[in-house]
């Protein structure tokens, strides 16, 4: 997994985790408190419900004290209902639905001491129906107040009834009076359109939704209120239940609101999910950019590329780590040249030690016979042809030796396979690397130089000493390295199979002794120099095949001229 | 007859009947309003009092033969069209060839010979056929709504009011219509109504207590039965009395003697259903006692009886007249409160017309018909006002 993933995967929680933690809990908070809202104007409805229907038992109450005072007062009504009068019997029939007319009611029935219907408002012929079940609990009921199952012609209907006693002579009626209960009495109830209220019974459900348009949604029932109701599906066995009321309403409302909160909840946590990955991406790529460059860098260091340039300016971890590379890189750089010259001494003592050896082999029969020889010629001088001619064979033998000794020895150096590269493309691509100091660079390129056969990190080794060598040749002082190339060799015309490439200064310069000091190996003049910067010039042209001139002259600058010969067919 | 003070008599009289004149309709009346109308205007050959006698109407007089077969009736000699033309056996007999089909009795063959025009019919009838509605005599007039009769009136509805008026100099005062039902009657009485027939306890005890106004029983002119499609149901007497003095608010009695559709006559005059009759209990879900929903008298009748709990109907259930008829003649509900004429002067045509209008009362009318109670209504005459006679069916005319 690299950097820049685990950068993206480490921001995204870090970043999702609090923000989401922060909206669940708004959005818990803002739920909590639209369903309290609901909650509370719920309770407040029902409250206003309660308080309604007990203002429907006082107003029916009043209305019901008003018909008693009435009724009282009417002879013809007395005389139907005590003396059982029959020429006043259709009186007494339809006095209650004139009464029940008059004082606004829905329900009206006056009954007799044996709980016989006298006369019905609401049922006219209804007359003579023994009812004994409203007589006996209405009473009973809270506030003597209950829910009855009136009946008319048509069919039943609900009422909200309460009782009160006619005393006529020595007899007492009673007069049950109320008010429909029917969708429109609970939609009046509900006050809302949105609300709706419906009644529950044993045997039915009325609901307001009937007397309001509009009720096309579900109702949830958010709240109950329990109303005393007279069942008498039983005929001789009524008795007084607890129907509810209960107070629904769609709740669409509450959970549109409740879905808006949880959608720009969505919303949000969506959005700063793209604006925490994009953030994330910039920093990652911010982060693991230089970190990646420079573990390209790192990747091209090996033991044969040591001239990578680690620099830079920033102040932060990572410019601290590529200048601690880049001074790794120099210590490397150092060690591997003195590994290699260490490598090379032992090689080439080891070298001459075998040399040593075989030569001194060659050279034994040589100096045995030369010194036999010696000696005849001192000692014996007329036998010296005989002896000569006697030992020429071994000098021969030792001479040949030697011959074939020194050819083996030139075959331990194989001819190093030629590499081909464009020369101003090395050239130009090496000069602009390299750091110029105080010095300006001037870069003339020829058109056309084509191809060198030398190796291109040979050619940019040697390019690159000769222009730090130019440029700390100036020192502190501003001056110009000029860098050219051109094809041919010497100048003025020479070998046309060359390309020429002149790296030259206007520093200093050399005398004779420091030009010959200065292609000696370990031989430096700056603080802390290797030494073999220009004895690695001299042998890399050298292996390929090339040769290299330098003029300079005290306070005339150098001029390092490095002929390369050139690929054939270049022009 | 129906006479009050022997004032003179005025020269307008106001009467209060429920219903919309059309003339289309004539002479055969569909309301109240019509039924007064078109006796005023059209004559049948003979007519019958309120006790049921025939008298003469468009015939001064009649002779019958061969047992009910052929009659004869002497044309009035001063019977005119209230247009002016002669009204002639020639002109009778135009009349009910043009709108009458065959009689009770069998198509008629007309023998016309000076003001005789004598009927010849295939099976016996009574005098009391030739006094129904529709055998009334009327001529079309080019031009003109209405027929002409040879009543003392003619009308007119030009103008959005019915105005009933006497043609030629008979001294007969001119009858305006003011419809009736619907609002409060005693509004009429205040408003100078002549004459108002009405069952409204209301109105009836309001005229009582204006010595301006007298009134005076009409006949038992509606018979209230309980239809039950899937048999019969059987009222003690108690219950009856019960219904005709407490349920209702009009002046009734319990139903008595035999009504016309179990007259045996009637029964054997052969009814079937009409082709293609619905069968009994298809075409309505409705299970209820039914009554027509603008019937008061019914639906008193009908309340009481649900609350009784006779018949097994958990409900009443009014229904408008289209409606209404549309269940009877399916025969779907538990029963029906059905208002009947308590009289008719034909009652085999009257029965057949009964199943045509209920198919499945034709197995046996007698057995799913239970009568209840007859009603009847009275006439709130002003006094000094003109005279009226009162016939069979409760209409007046103007004497």
């Known amino acids: 997994m690299t950097f820049r993933t685990r950068i993206l995967l480490a921001t995204v929680p870090v970043v999702l985790v609090p923000l989401v933690v922060f909206g669940l809990g708004v959005r818990r908070a803002m739920r909590q408190q639209i369903a309290g809202q609901y909650r509370g104007r719920m309770t407040a409805l029902v409250d206003l419900i309660g308080q309604d229907l007990e203002r429907q038992g006082s107003l029916l109450a009043t209305r019901l004290a008003r018909l008693r005072e009435t009724a009282v007062q009417d002879n013809r009504f007395r005389l139907a209902a005590v003396t059982r009068d029959t020429s006043q019997r259709g009186y007494a029939l339809d006095y209650a639905g004139t009464a029940m007319r008059t004082a606004g009611l829905d329900m009206l029935q006056i009954q007799d001491d044996s709980a016989r219907i006298i006369s019905s408002g609401h049922f006219r012929n209804e007359f003579d129906r023994l009812e004994r079940g409203l007589p006996q609990l209405l009473p009973t009921a809270p506030n003597g107040v209950a829910l009855v199952q009136a009946r008319t012609p048509e069919g039943p209907f609900f009422a909200l009834a309460r009782l009160d006693s006619l005393p006529l002579g020595s007899r007492r009626f009673t007069i049950v009076g109320g008010f429909a209960v ?8 509900a006050r809302d359109s949105a609300v709706s209220v419906s009644l529950s019974l044993p045997h039915a459900m009325l609901s307001s939704r009937a007397a309001t348009a509009g009720g096309g949604s579900r109702d949830e029932v958010v709240s109950e209120l329990p109303v005393p109701f007279i069942d008498e599906t039983q005929p001789d066995s009524a008795r007084l239940v607890q129907a509810r009321l209960l107070v629904a309403t769609p709740l669409t409302g509450l959970r549109d609101l409740q879905g808006t909160v949880d959608q720009w909840f969505v919303i949000a946590v969506l959005a700063t999910l793209l604006v925490s990955v994009v953030l994330a991406s910039w920093l990652a790529s911010r982060l693991s950019r230089p970190l990646a460059e420079l573990a390209g860098k790192t990747a091209e260091i090996n033991m044969d590329r040591l001239d990578v340039e680690f620099g830079s300016d920033g102040t932060d971890e990572v410019g601290a780590l590529e200048r601690l590379l880049g001074q790794m890189t120099e210590r490397l750089r150092a060690g591997t040249v003195r590994l290699r010259e260490v490598e090379r001494r ?38 010296l042809p005989k002896v000569f001619a006697e030992r020429r064979q071994a000098l021969v033998s030792s001479l040949n030796y030697l011959e074939s000794l020194a050819a083996n020895y030139a075959k331990l150096s194989p001819p190093p396979e030629t590499q081909r590269c464009d020369v101003n493309t090395v050239t130009r691509e090496t000069v602009e690397q390299l750091p110029m100091g105080a010095a300006e660079l001037s870069l003339e390129l020829a058109d056309g130089v084509g191809t060198a056969k030398i190796d291109a990190i040979a050619l940019r080794r040697i390019l690159e000493n000769l222009v730090s060598n130019a440029v700390e040749a100036m020192g502190d002082q501003s001056g110009v390295v000029t860098v050219s190339t051109a094809h041919g060799g010497d100048e003025g015309g020479g070998a046309s199979n060359a390309i020429r490439v002149v790296v030259e200064d206007t520093g200093k310069g050399m005398t004779e002794s420091e030009l010959e000091r200065a292609f000696q190996d370990f031989h430096s003049t700056k603080p802390g120099g290797v030494g073999l910067g220009l004895s690695i010039v001299r042998r890399l042209v050298t292996d390929a095949g090339g040769r290299l001139r330098v003029e300079t002259s005290p306070g005339a600058g150098s001029r390092f001229i490095v002929e390369v010969p050139a690929e054939e067919g270049t022009a | 007859m129906l006479e009050t003070d022997s004032t003179p008599t005025p020269e307008r009289l106001t009467i209060g009947v429920a219903g919309i004149v059309d003339p289309a309709h004539a002479p055969v009346p569909t309301n109240d309003a019509e039924r007064f109308v078109f006796r005023q205007v059209f004559e049948t050959l003979v007519r019958l009092d309120c006790a049921g006698v025939v008298r003469p109407g468009l015939a001064e007089s009649w002779q019958v033969d061969d047992d009910g077969r052929q009659w004869t009736f002497t044309i009035r000699s001063d019977a005119r069209f209230s247009d002016g033309t002669p009204a002639t056996g020639q002109g009778i007999a135009d009349s009910w060839t043009r709108r009458v089909g065959p009689l009770p009795g069998g198509t008629p063959v007309f023998t016309i010979s000076g003001r005789e025009l004598t009927v010849r019919l295939s099976q016996p009838v009574t005098a009391r056929l030739f006094a129904a509605p529709g055998l009334a005599v009327t001529r079309p007039v080019e031009g003109s709504d209405w027929p002409v009769g040879t009543g003392a009136y003619a009308a007119d509805t030009s103008g959005g009011r019915v105005t009933v008026a006497p043609f030629g100099a008979t001294g007969r005062p001119v009858l305006v219509l003011r419809p009736s039902g619907g609002g409060d009657e005693r509004d009429l009485l205040d408003a100078g109504i002549d004459l108002l027939v009405t069952d409204d306890p209301s109105a009836l005890g309001y005229a009582r207590s204006r010595p301006e106004f007298t009134m005076v029983a009409l006949p038992w002119e509606r018979r209230y039965v309980l239809a039950v499609p899937g048999g019969s149901v059987s009222l003690d007497s108690t ?8 349920a209702l608010r009009v002046e009734a009695r319990p139903s008595s003697g035999i009504p016309w559709w179990a007259d045996p006559g009637a029964v054997a005059c052969g009814v079937a259903p009409p082709p293609g009759a619905p069968p009994l209990g298809v075409g309505t879900s409705i299970v209820a006692l039914v009554y027509p929903a603008e019937d008061a008298v019914a639906r008193d009748l009908a309340g009481r009886l649900v609350a009784l709990g006779i018949g097994g109907a958990p409900r009443a259930l009014g229904l408008a007249a289209p409606d209404f008829s549309a269940a009877l003649s399916s025969g779907g509900a538990t029963g029906y ?50 005279a009226f006679t009162v016939e069979w069916d409760g209409t007046l005319r103007v004497r």
């Open chain 1, 346 to 383: 032992a090689a080439t003592g080891e070298l001459a030690r075998q040399v040593n050896h075989d030569v001194k082999n060659g050279l034994a029969p040589l100096r045995n016979v030369l010194r036999h020889l010696a000696q005849i010629a001192r000692d014996r001088p007329a036998e």
């Open chain 1, 182 to 189: 029917d969708s429109g009495f609970l939609a009046r109830l």
């Open chain 2, 337 to 386: 409160v059905l208002p009947l004429p308590a009289v008719t002067l034909e009652a085999c045509g009257a029965l057949r017309l009964l199943i045509a209008r209920v198919p499945w009362l034709a197995d046996d009318a007698a057995r799913h018909l239970t009568p209840l109670v007859e009603s009847r209504r009275r006439a709130i005459v002003r006094r000094g006002g003109a």
């Open chain 2, 239 to 246: 219950v009856l009395v019960g219904l005709a003095r407490d």
